[in-house]
């Protein structure tokens, strides 16, 4: 008979163990540990940009005053690419920590207090419809709001204080009038002060307009209903 038109073994059809479940269970939480601080060290590699860069334009910006309002606008701008970037990179991060949670709530968690009655019954299922189909949890303004409360709110109240303290005041004790204080170069002075009002109301709509963050168990269950949950495109990339 040939070997190869001998039917595949049915594994599926074979009782799983509790050890083997307990097994698997344990090289998944591993596989996902190891995703998620992946992404954890690419935010903190982005958080060390945007910290350095800031510390050491407000250092040249006091140095050379004559430079200070070109440099403070591009170091603005600089810290919203960082922002946006980290942000995009916290939504992969909450992919698989979210993972994580579920597994420590549900399958840890009971194992540790020796009652195995998972606080949320069907979490095996979402979790698994997930590796299926990775869902985004949280949306980009989410993010944005998170990783702006966390780190950079900070880096711009230090940039937009250095800008009012060495171009404005500055400028405008040496007696200057308010059209030439804030003009950079042959660029009239409406267009910082366009660039920078409007850089920080974008951040203002994005912390007042994100929309709260979902519970770990609500985020699993409303599926792709949510601007949130629609799918994450190149996981690994």
């Known amino acids: 008979m040939d070997e190869r038109k001998q039917p595949f073994p049915d594994f599926e059809g074979q009782p799983l163990l509790r050890g083997e479940y307990i097994t698997a269970m344990a090289h998944l939480y591993r596989g996902e540990l190891q ?3 992946s992404w954890r060290l690419r935010l903190d590699t982005t958080t060390n940009w945007a910290i350095f860069t800031t510390a050491g334009i407000l250092s040249f910006a006091f140095n050379r005053p ?7 606008l591009a170091g603005m701008y600089a810290n919203l690419l960082f922002l946006i970037l980290e942000a995009q990179r916290f939504r992969f991060f909450d992919v698989f920590h979210s993972r994580l949670r579920m597994i420590e709530e549900n399958f840890y968690g009971p194992l540790l207090r020796r009652d195995l009655t998972s606080p949320m019954v ?6 698994a419809d997930d590796l299926f189909t990775p869902r985004f949890h949280l949306s980009l303004r989410q993010a944005i709001r998170s ?3 966390r780190v950079y ?9 250095g800008w009012v303290l060495v171009v404005v005041l500055q400028r405008r004790a040496a007696g200057e009038n308010w059209f030439e204080i804030l003009a950079i170069g042959r660029v009239p002075g409406w267009v910082p002060a366009l660039l920078v009002v409007g850089l920080f109301v974008y951040l203002l709509v994005c912390v007042t307009t994100a929309p709260p963050v979902p519970s770990l168990p609500e985020a699993y269950r409303t599926g792709g209903k949510r601007e949130t949950a629609r799918e994450v495109p190149d996981i690994d990339a």
Do not use: M
Request: include cysteine; glycine fraction near 8%; aromatic fraction near 10%.
């Open 147 to 149: 990783r702006l409360g």
């Open 35 to 37: 995703r998620s601080l």
């Open 153 to 161: 709110a900070p880096l711009f109240v230090a940039l937009i204080a």
């Open 122 to 127: 069907d979490w095996g299922l979402c979790v």
């Open 66 to 72: 004559e430079y200070a309002a070109q440099t403070l």
